[in-house]
């Protein structure tokens, strides 16, 4: 069977758990620019740049990824949400942008493969793409509001040299998280659907959006049900929410999107909002027992943890949903469908 087919019967089991967060993880041990330079040779400061370690410290990597498949995940996320060469050019990487992607997809595929043979439950890998720290929708300029620094054809570009480095590493999936932007998102899409053609084959994608208010709408100014009307065209495998804000927050706009959406439902919020510091303190039993909530209630069939969230948390997570089935997906009425920044749905 495909990926896809493989992940829609297990989704069809139990209540799926992917993993949690990285910067999380990276940030406790602590590491010097020294361990994210490596010797590659590059001249501007490396600290930070958390995708390069899948090259100068691939073993952090892989006790991160170990640490989420030993916690329960079924599905690990690559180390690569600013792996692309409009990020990378911060730090003066672009060039190295195909062999991070394919780095990092290679420990998450030799890790998941090694857990599935293990026991004979399959385990997926997930190549995470983010948003880019540019938008398409907005001018970063006030004086001019038409202006934009990147355009739509250019980002496609983009996200279609991280999409093919991370199939070739072994990637499942394109997961496109953290979609502040959906004009951002279209563009991601449209590069898949390029990788395709090239490819000869389906390359199935995941869709999770951020949202910037309690209202419930992206910086680009999307509601969940807009964002969903303008994104489903993509037939992702899941599509979801996650960042944002804790599980309380969120839990309106989740239950929102399980009613509206024919596909899976993936979420992973952060663990609880942020204290002044700008650390998460919310414990994993916490985080485990509104997941609990939310699966008890049929609106999810995919959790798992953003900012703040450990091996911990998913454990936690993974235990306290272990044996509640998973959300239906709905038979959706057939209806043309649109969205400006408010859902339209044109009268038969």
Known sequence: ?????????????????????????????????????????????????????????????????RAYLEAGADMVSTNTFSANTISQADYGAEALV?????????????????????????????GAIGPTNKTLSLSPRVEDPGYREITFDHLSDVYREQAAALVEGGADFILIETIFDTLNAKAAIHAVRRLERELGREVPMMLSLTLTDLSGRNLSGHTVEAFWHAVRHARPLTVGLNCSFGADQLRPHVQLLSRIADTLVLAYPNAGLPNELGDYDEMPDATAAKLRDWAAQGHVNVLGGCCGSTPAHIAAIAAAVAGLPPRVVPQVERATRLAGLEPFTMAA
């Open 1 to 65: 069977m495909s990926a896809r087919d493989t992940f829609l019967a297990e989704a069809g089991k139990r209540i799926l758990i992917c993993d949690g967060a990285f910067g999380t993880q990276i940030q406790q041990r602590r590491l010097g620019e020294a361990d994210f330079a490596g010797d590659l040779g590059l001249a501007r400061d490396q600290g930070g740049n958390n995708d390069i370690l899948a090259l100068t410290r691939p073993d952090v990597i892989a006790d991160v990824t």
């Open 98 to 126: 195909g062999d991070i992607n394919r780095a990092a997809a290679g420990i998450a595929r030799r890790l998941a493969d090694a857990f599935a043979a293990a026991d004979g439950r399959p385990r997926f890998v997930a």
